[in-house]
């Protein structure tokens, strides 16, 4: 190809264009769900993301000429090697036009900083924490994507395995059909258990009751995901800035808190209505008429994604997660919500995926880590 240069991002204008890169790669594609420029500001500010306490990170565009080719980025989750006693970089952020010149030059940049780190272990897409996008889509091209997953290009797969990069671990997603009505034998199972372990929901009648309780949620997230890949549990610094980003948007009566007698939150089910036909149309801007998109699709939808389901370790495999499906799921028919689309699950969770055997279901999405010792 030739005439190709790296520049690492290092002014506010730079990562303004790292950011807008893909929305000019992806330009007319109708299945790419741009995330908001603003979000990943937050997530990629030094100055924002609280992450940085204990993570490094540098951001790499491809140029050739005056034209962007394409972008990476380096992160070391210190915590993370500290935890799992790795010696891992992680790469995200990764977008490149069909050309091996400038995905090799992109992924030996990284590789470069990833060893002048003192690292001997490059893995990813992944973020800076297990709440970022992560995975790399390599089975539904032609699938919407949920707000909170990344899409790209067929050739990005055989880029990364023309480079050494293997498989480490897939994540999958899966479409569900809601139902009629709730399985009755799920609702009397539910019911059974709420009595047997003396447990309760719940209920919610404003985003300030449920911002009360999400402090505990995210202590339950953290006990609950400690086993999961690449997870580092989150400081109280992260869990502030996760609930400022995400439970702003939230409607609580698709959100199901389960509580025990001591008022604690051992399980929970967070579903929000589907932006992916907004963010669409918002172009990944909130402004000028972006914004208008999104309360639209707030208001009126009969799509649902299910973001995120855990239970502390203690009540797990005690039938919990049945009553958070359960109440999901009614909550779902009680205001016409005809598919929900799960967030990523490693493949081999199958107790996550038999709940959903109880539904009319399909694999939507299959995404993976890469990784490769340099």
Known sequence: ??????????????????????????????????????????????????????CDAAYFLAYQGNKIVG??????????NELWEKNYARFGWIDFIDDYEVSGLLLKTAEDWAKSKGLTTLHGPLGFTDLDMEGMLIEGFEEMGTQAVIYNYPYYKDH?????????????????????????????FSKLIKTKYEVRSLKFKNKKEVI???????????????????????????????????????????????????????GFGITMMSLSKALI?????????????????????????????????DYQNKGITAIIYSETMQAFIDNNIKVAITGVQLEDNLSAQLLFDSYENRIHLKRRCFIKLI
């Open 1 to 54: 190809m030739g005439n190709l240069d790296i520049k690492e991002v290092k002014t506010a204008a730079d990562l303004k264009k790292f950011i807008a890169f893909p929305d000019e790669l992806y330009k007319n594609n109708k299945f790419r769900v741009p995330p908001l420029h603003k979000f990943e500001k937050a997530i990629l500010d030094k100055n924002e993301n609280p992450a940085f306490e204990f």
């Open 71 to 80: 972008r990476i980025a380096g992160i070391v989750n210190w915590k993370y």
């Open 160 to 188: 990364m395995e023309k480079y050494g990069y293997y498989k480490d671990t897939d994540w999958v997603q899966y479409e569900i059909q809601v139902p009629d009505e709730v399985p009755a034998r799920l609702k009397k």
């Open 212 to 266: 009360q309780w999400a402090p505990k949620l995210f202590k339950t997230l953290n006990e609950s995901f400690k086993d999961l890949y690449g997870f580092v549990p989150l400081s109280e610094k992260q869990i502030e800035f996760y609930i400022n980003h995400y439970f702003s948007a939230v409607d609580p009566k698709f959100l199901s808190f389960i509580a025990d007698k001591n008022d604690d939150v051992i």
């Open 281 to 313: 149309k918002a172009k990944g801007k909130l402004l000028p008429f972006g914004f208008i998109h999104i309360l639209k699709a707030l208001r009126k939808n009969d799509t649902m994604d299910m973001f995120l389901q855990g239970v502390r370790p």
